[in-house]
């Protein structure tokens, strides 16, 4: 596992107060806001409609096979229970009502269809093994699968790897092994303590967050470009030069924190429930 190093050897930056760089000085300009509720029910209404957005967004980028892939969030009001998506509806269809809530024994609390049971095996262990974990993420992708072949790390090959820098860990239990035992999900959990992503050896990626569906699923669909990235530059022959690690973690903590990771979520969930009002039905 990689032991995830603060950026202490780069001068702090002052922020003002802001969580982020990102974050406009000047008041008043539209920005998005993380959004407060007092409400349960309006909480969970607002992570229904991220999820279904985020398995659109999967749909949207290509990351769907069959009926494999699995996106999960706690219930805000029952942190024991999970919403996830249906099994064998395709991402692109998958709205807020069809959504499905899930205990971590993998029965069915809410919802008509059914659980997917690689996802239960995997999810429910992560989720009942971190608290703190609220959402996560996993697709049978084109890229990532091919580079959980190679069981190695990314390298900070670019600004948006190095968000990964010291950041994700490779896991090479049940290497291959379809995950429908609850073991398999157990033996996996506890490398996600302090990560945001895991590269799972001849199986794929899996991204979590402790901030919002929303970063999980951005940055499962950043690891996956970046893997992209990465096999067109080991197929060029060349050797890259790599950002040093101190600038690794400089840029890790600026441009791949959580926050910026629900940030870049802002605008491709916008996108689709402009384009797609029916993921909302």
Partial sequence: MHARTQAADSPA???GGRESIYQPEQAGRIFPHVPDFDDAQAARRHLKQRLAGACRAFAQHGLDYGFAGHLTVRDPEHP???WTNPMAVHFSQV????LILVDH???VVE???????AGFVLHAAVHEAHPDIVAMCH???VYGTAYAA?????????QDAAAFFEDHVVIRAEAGAVAVEEKAGQSICEHFRGVKAAIHQNHGLLTVSRHSIDAAAFWFIALERCCRQQLILDASGHAPTLVPPDRSRYSREHVGSEYIGWLH????YAQLAASQPDLLA
């Fill in 80 to 82: 024991h229970f999970y």
């Fill in 139 to 141: 697709a049978h992708t």
């Fill in 111 to 117: 919802g008509e269809h059914a659980v997917n049971r």
């Fill in 105 to 107: 024994q993998g029965t």
């Fill in 265 to 268: 979520f802002q605008p491709v």
């Fill in 150 to 158: 190679l069981g190695r790390p990314l390298a900070p090959i670019s």
């Fill in 95 to 98: 709205c807020v009502s069809n």
């Fill in 13 to 15: 930056l002052d922020l």
